[in-house]
């Protein structure tokens, strides 16, 4: 580094990679912002549908009987703060992956991860049900009650 007018000025390749990332960081804050990123944060169920993709979902959910007991994040994120929102992260990043990059299919379908999401906070909520019935035993909530989060 030297100095010039009382100005340090760095080496060539390190304004390069200064200037990338500004630029990145500019990009993505826009697209952030553009997204209504700061959105998913929150709890309302209406930012599940900001992506034209989630529409049918969210139209589902309206439609089944637990939207006015549920939100999304009811059952799609743990209980636990730090566990929430490191599940929306996760899931915000699988997200605007394939929304961005055009990599989702016409049906979505649950990772395995988000699975044992909804099916432990079926167990929580409805705890004494389950246990009367399944005595503790490896039952899947969904496979009984596909469309009791969204009709279909």
Same mark, same amino acid.
């Given at each position: 580094?030297?100095?010039?007018?009382?100005?340090?000025?760095?080496? @060539?390749?390190?304004?390069?990679?200064?200037?990338?990332?500004?630029?990145?960081?500019?990009?993505? *804050?826009?697209?952030?912002?553009?997204? !209504?990123?700061?959105?998913? *944060?929150?709890?309302? &169920?209406?930012?599940?549908?900001?992506? /034209?993709?989630?529409?049918?979902?969210?139209?589902?959910?309206?439609?089944? &009987? /637990?939207?006015?007991? =549920?939100?999304?994040?009811?059952?799609?994120?743990? *209980?636990?703060?730090? =566990?929430?929102?490191?599940? !929306? *992260?996760?899931?915000?990043?699988? /997200?605007?992956?394939?929304?961005?990059?055009?990599?989702?299919?016409?049906? @979505?379908?649950?990772?395995?991860e988000s699975k044992a999401v909804v099916e432990k906070?079926?167990?929580?909520?409805?705890?004494?049900?389950?246990?009367? @019935?399944?005595?503790?035993?490896?039952?899947?909530?969904?496979?009984?009650?596909?469309?009791?989060?969204?009709?279909?």
């Open positions: 580094m030297r100095m010039s007018r009382g100005f340090t000025v760095l080496p @060539i390749p390190l304004t390069l990679a200064a200037a990338a990332a500004g630029l990145a960081l500019g990009i993505g *804050a826009y697209a952030f912002v553009y997204a !209504k990123g700061y959105s998913y *944060a929150g709890n309302d &169920p209406a930012t599940c549908a900001n992506c /034209h993709v989630m529409a049918p979902y969210y139209s589902g959910w309206q439609a089944a &009987p /637990h939207h006015q007991v =549920a939100t999304c994040n009811d059952c799609h994120t743990p *209980a636990s703060f730090f =566990a929430r929102y490191l599940v !929306k *992260a996760t899931n915000g990043y699988h /997200h605007s992956m394939a929304f961005t990059l055009g990599g989702y299919p016409d049906a @979505i379908r649950a990772r395995p906070n079926c167990r929580r909520c409805h705890r004494d049900l389950v246990e009367e @019935i399944a005595h503790g035993g490896d039952v899947s909530c969904a496979r009984c009650h596909p469309s009791v989060g969204h009709l279909r």
